[in-house]
């Protein structure tokens, strides 16, 4: 099995700063793809930011300039760091790895419990 573990959410002041943090653990034979998703009440969860390689970053256009992701490729770890929050950052925000657990493995999904983000204006 897999597990995702996020940290670092909390609240912040509207212009702050917060670095968040992903560990994935268990069997992984390789990671394809870390995210970050975020979900605020009454909302569709969306995807804030995706790395698959170094050179390969997706990010949402409310997002771009402010948010960063990061990956360390060998500790299967990943970092959404995010400046500059505005309220209508607030929501829970979720790692998702997009891995293979064995080499004879499908593709498979996995997703954290989450850690929640308050922006106060």
């Known amino acids: 099995q897999v597990h995702l573990v996020e940290s670092g959410g909390g609240s912040v002041q509207a212009g702050g700063s917060l670095t968040l943090s992903c560990a994935a653990s268990g069997r992984i034979f390789s990671i394809n793809a870390m995210s970050w998703y975020r979900q605020a009440p009454g909302k569709e969860r969306e995807l804030v930011a995706r790395?698959?390689?170094?050179?390969?970053?997706e990010y949402a256009d409310s997002v771009k300039g402010r948010f960063t992701i990061s990956r360390d490729y060998m500790k299967d770890t990943a970092t959404l760091r995010m400046e500059d929050l505005k309220p209508e950052d607030t929501g829970i925000y979720y790692c998702?790895?997009?891995?293979?657990?064995?080499?004879?493995?499908?593709?498979?999904?996995?997703w954290g419990e989450g850690t929640r983000v308050t922006v106060s204006s």
């Open positions: 998702n790895a997009d891995l293979y657990e064995t080499r004879h493995d499908d593709r498979s999904i996995h």
């Open positions: 790395k698959r390689s170094q050179l390969e970053t």
